[in-house]
């Protein structure tokens, strides 16, 4: 097969989560144990990092990867979902999947996927640890899909496991409680390894105590150790924002340039930090000066895209891929602090989140151009667009992201900006992007 036929044949014949929802999504290990087992166990032969979380597991996995990449490994990154192509997902030290090796790895094993009948992501999640075990990377950062206690990626025992923030999300799947969610992402904790927790937050602390002294694994909360302090406001269309890092009360970092812009990076700064410290620990090096060009430089060492991303000046236009009710609270906290004429909104979402409690939180005075992205999961435009009037927003359905982006560049004047989000999907399907 070539390599869109093969993509064609996952797509089929796999069902993914991200497209199709729960309907695509299998919990359980027994179907990655098996193909782990059929490709010699690969997941057994490199060192990694596990990170879990509702928000911020995405950003903080690419960080740790830029860091490590910085202080000279070979450093292997898995996330999802990817953005505009399915090796985005699989990455050496910034370098997509090589097709090539997606298309050979496919043909040897349709045999075996007929007879594990695995997940689309299941698929994945074997796919890249084989490919890292072959590549001989030094280490692979490997972020969870869903969840975490019943992932496929959890079949690895990593040096660290990292969990960022517990927000509401997938409720139908892992729980409509925190507590339930945060049990959910516990589930990485491994037996004496040392667990980071980014965040502290007092519905969920108990939960992640409790599992780690079942687990006999250290506990740390970074937020009690490091804290990010913003140096000024950054300049609407910035690239970096500058901060200072506290360590126990001590000036740690001054003048720390963070490649990321979204005010939600600093709460996944600790997490990263610490994990960084801890990595330290086990023997790997890292200075100051790999800190610092990891940290600034995420973008361009990992080819992390689509977090509080600057698509154009006059009229500024911004895309984000907060998705939940904790993502889209940040976003509209910044939006609000932009300078501006008017806010134009391009908005599309998935028809499995709490949609209404997302809409309650954007502002009323935005026009909003409502969209859906090209997969099953998304709630038609107009659908969305009944939903945001009867909360008071006012907007016009346009289908599809681009005519919706469109649209909104039209409407705009030079002063004025234009965001583009609600989903990772709406983002993935911006032209510019």
């Known amino acids: 097969m070539t390599y869109p036929q093969t993509l064609d044949f996952l797509y089929a014949q796999l069902p993914m989560f991200q497209r199709v929802g729960e ?37 903080s996995s690419h960080l740790l990867a830029a ?17 505009k192509e399915f090796t985005e997902r699989i990455r050496i030290n910034g370098q997509p999947l090589a097709p090539a090796f997606l298309v050979e790895w496919v043909a040897q094993r349709r045999g075996l996927f007929e007879q594990v009948e695995p997940s689309f992501f ?17 280490v692979a950062v490997v972020e969870v899909g869903l969840g975490g206690r019943l992932d496929s990626t959890n079949i690895i025992r990593p040096l660290v496991s990292l969990i960022t923030n517990i927000s509401f999300d997938h409720q139908n799947l892992l729980g409509d409680t925190l507590p339930l969610i945060a049990a959910e992402k516990a589930g990485i ?62 000036l740690e970092l001054d003048a720390l340039a963070l490649g990321l812009v979204g005010d939600y990076q600093r709460l996944n700064l600790p997490g990263v930090l610490a994990t960084v410290a801890e990595l330290r620990r086990q023997g790997f090096v890292m200075e100051e000066a790999h800190l610092r060009e990891g940290l600034r430089e995420v973008g361009r060492l990992t080819g992390l895209r689509g977090r509080w991303t600057i698509l154009g000046r006059q009229p500024l236009v911004i895309c984000d891929t907060g998705h939940n009710e904790a993502g889209i609270r940040f976003i509209v906290e910044q939006l609000a602090r932009l300078p501006r004429r008017r806010l134009h909104f391009v908005l599309g979402v998935v028809n499995d989140k709490d949609v209404t409690r997302m809409l309650a939180l954007l502002p009323r005075d935005a026009t909003y151009y409502f969209c859906q992205a090209t997969i099953p999961r998304a709630l038609p435009a107009p659908e969305l667009a009944a939903l945001a009037a009867g909360l008071g927003l006012t907007g016009t359905a346009h289908g599809p992201v681009p005519a919706a982006v469109a649209a909104a560049r039209a409407a705009a004047a030079a002063d004025d900006v234009i965001f583009i989000g609600g989903s990772t999907f709406v983002v993935a399907e911006i032209e510019e992007l």
């Open 67 to 83: 860091v490590l990449q910085a202080a000279g490994y070979k450093v292997g990154l898995y996330t999802s979902p990817h953005l």
């Open 189 to 250: 904790i491994k037996p004496g390894v040392p667990a980071i927790i980014s965040q502290t937050q007092p519905e969920v602390a108990a939960v992640f105590e409790q599992k780690a002294r079942q687990q006999g694994a250290p506990l740390l909360f970074a937020d009690a150790h490091y804290r990010a302090e913003l140096l000024g406001e950054p300049a609407p269309d910035a690239a970096v924002q500058r901060l200072r890092i506290w360590h126990d009360g001590a």
């Open 122 to 138: 299941e698929m994945c999640v074997a796919l890249a640890f084989d490919y890292f075990a072959r590549e001989r990377v030094d």
């Open 23 to 59: 309907a695509g999504y299998k919990p359980g290990l027994q179907r990655t144990e098996a193909l782990a087992e059929a490709t010699g166990h690969p997941e057994r032969q490199f060192r990694s990092v596990h990170v879990a979380g509702t928000n911020g597991k995405g950003s």
